[in-house]
């Protein structure tokens, strides 16, 4: 999938986060990581048609993505979206919030979205949790099942916003592992994420993200082994300086 | 097998019973009790000869309160959105109608809206004019209920909602509506029980409810205290019907998160 950001600006109340953001690379699992409030959050929600960059550009294989309410709908459902916590439907069982959007983003009908959801929740062993609500839910299972509800309307993009940094390192463990799943599958992935372990193994390709804006990307095992830029330099020795 | 055993998470039916028998005869002696300490034996045969009115005046606060209930939930609905309204005359409008009513006592405002407002623009049927007052006066409260509910639903549900690609229609119906409801039932309760006893208020523009009614009744046959405990009665019976619909609604939009 070849991923195309065009100066891409934005700012909040006159307070840049990201600042003209350019990128144009193929890959099928990139990574995201930098610094906390670098606009890594940001730039993934831009992408996800979440929110309207202030300038710039975003082409998905070479069509350009139409920050306009009604083309972003239809483009929102090519896209799934991880979030970083309670990202679940708190009114809705764990079964419901799978078949929700397949009901009604996709008009499936509620036998085929219900086996689909069930499909799924086997594959993940999550059988036991369909019935339940998310408050009923661990961390990692809540994850689990937000990765299945993104999954079953089968996006050609999964986008990620640190899923497991609210994690305990068993659970992370879960979530990554059904990640892995995935993306050996051909699942086309981006993730925002601190888990340098899982970027360099897992990824493909490393975006670097600091003070606004991309300051190095690359082939991962390149920018873990040979880091070009001196804040790429002091991040990863930072990160990885308790890494066993 | 041991009973107890069975017995010992949640009361059996039978337990069930016995304590609400319990708490029926409490209240009953109690009142029983307080009648006799100051010697006077009630005698609710002299209702009888009145049960026409009675049962009019009943008929009349039912369909008060159900218009009111109907109305002001439509303006509470309409008002809650309009004070979170981007244009500022809707928003400023929708807070000054919840603050003026709720900073005045519906006394005041009923006396206002009938003699002088209803005068002017012509509504003159007295119980079109009550059910409309009345739905003002509780439309406002119902508003801050509403709006207060929107705002205690997380914003990352909408997000959820947009990133699943839901339309903004789908999303008030199978997003906001159900987590609103399951919030403000309990509260929408209070507010509903409230309309039924406030249109006794209705009374003082001479509308024919049944505190009206009772009143009247007073005058001819002179037992106070017959009537108003009936008046009393009657208007539990309406408000506990009330409780117990919304009872039922909770149960319907409840989900494990408000448990």
Redesign the interface.
Known sequence: MQITLNNICKSFAGKVVLANVCFDEAFSSLAIVGPSGAGKSTLLRIIGGLLTPTAGELYIDAAKVIYEEKQLLSYRRTIGFVFQSKGLFEHLTALENVTLPLIHSFDMTTDKAIETAAQLFTRFGLEEEGHKYPSQLSGGQQQRIQIARAVAVKPKLLLLDEPTSALDPELTAEVLDMLGELQSDGLNTIIVTHEMGFAKKACEKIMFIADNTIVESGPSAQIFSNPQSQPLQSFLNKVLEWHV | MIPMVTTTSTPSKRTKIMSALIVALIIVSFLWLSMFLIGYKLDFATLLPFKQRLWQGFSATLIISVMSLLISLFIGAMTAIGQKSKVLVISYLAQAYVQIIRGTPLLVQIYFFFYIVGTAWGITNRNVAGALILSIFEGAYISEIIRGGLESI?R??Y?????????PA?TSR??TF??LM?RILPALSGQFASIIKDSSLLSVIAVNELTQNTQEISSQNFRMFENYFFLGLLYFAMSFTVSMITRWLERV?K???NT
Request: glycine content about 4%; charged content about 25%; aromatic content about 4%.
């Open positions: 997380d990352q549900q997000e959820i909602a947009k990133a699943i690609g839901l339309s789908k199978l997003v159900p987590i399951s939009y989900h494990a998160d």
